[in-house]
């Protein structure tokens, strides 16, 4: 997810085939995806890899293991208004948000050219991850979600059947943000919107977890809380620290794997994403910085793949 504009019309730096390695600790806890158990599912039982999605449709994998990304390639999702230059800065759909299914990759375009008639265009496609194939979904704006965090959760814990939610609300362009965003679960196949209730808090990131939760990561606060797929509300305790909390974020999305949270941020002014480690008790774990200009706006790791 990330606020526009992200950059300057600037050469593109593309990701090489490993370009950055975390200076932390072992990944802790669990060795899957999920914050709780895993309910006997098929999933490995090892930390599973990231997919990543930066503002310039690059597509990559990042190994909790090796702390490394790998390279996967560029999107060319066919969107109804490729990027292009406006007085001065670029402008057109880029990629906002993304969710990872266990058969497949959704990725929400959002266009964000100012007093444009198509300033609040959204797009999702659905994207095959071994060969980069973007199908356009019959996705349109409802529920006054324009721009919205998206994730997959499992029905059931270690369930098979899967569900997709998305938070969020109008693009306001420049004005102030929302307090709260409308949550809403998506049928994959028609793309209808079933509205749900109100999450508090500011454009929250959204993540599944194979144990059947559903997560937000506010970037303002800092926090990492788990939400309601019934109603909205938050459930139980909130995590995080000051080192994931940016008042003005350019970019922020997360995952779980291994029993640890990874959380990509930038903020206003910064060059580029930063990996967050972070444990289920708040703490920092370590973290890298990415290739310059490198903006990270979505990520995710399928409930079970």
């Known amino acids: 997810m990330h606020i526009y504009p992200l950059r300057s019309p600037v050469v593109r730096t593309v990701f090489p085939t490993v370009f950055a390695v975390l200076a932390a600790c072992t990944s802790g806890g669990r060795g899957d995806d999920s914050a709780g158990s895993d309910g006997g599912n098929d ?65 929400l375009y959002h266009d964000n050219a100012p007093q444009s ?112 797929k019934t109603t909205g509300a938050a459930l139980g305790p909130a995590f995080g620290n000051a080192s994931i909390s940016a008042s003005s974020a350019r970019a922020w999305t997360f995952a779980f794997s291994g029993g640890d949270v990874y959380v990509f941020l930038a903020n206003d002014g910064d060059e580029h994403s930063v990996v967050h480690q972070i444990g289920l008790d708040g703490s920092e774990k370590g973290g890298t910085q990415t290739s310059s200009s490198t903006f990270i706006v979505g990520a995710g790791v399928s409930p079970c793949r």
């Open 43 to 107: 999933c490995s039982t090892s930390a599973r890899p990231i997919y990543t999605i930066d503002d310039a449709s690059h597509l990559a994998l990042f190994d909790t293991a090796a702390r490394t990304f790998r390279d996967l390639g560029a999107l060319s999702c066919p969107v109804a208004h490729a990027p292009n230059f406006v007085d001065g800065i670029i402008v057109g759909e880029f990629p906002y948000s993304m969710a990872v299914a266990r058969d497949a990759i959704y990725v």
């Open 117 to 228: 008639a198509s300033f609040n265009a959204s797009e999702m496609f659905r994207v095959d991850p071994a060969t980069l194939t973007c199908t356009k979904t019959p996705w349109v704006t409802q529920d006054h979600e324009e721009v919205f965090g998206m994730a997959f959760s499992p029905d059931a814990d270690g369930g098979d059947i899967e569900t997709l939610f998305i938070a969020g609300a109008p693009d306001t362009g420049g004005a102030a943000r929302p307090p709260s965003v409308s949550l809403a679960s998506v049928d994959t196949v028609s793309m209808s919107a079933t509205p749900i209730g109100e999450v508090r808090g500011t454009d929250p990131a959204l993540a599944g977890t194979s144990d059947g939760r559903l997560w937000g990561f506010f970037s303002r606060t800092g926090v990492i809380q788990q939400i309601a």
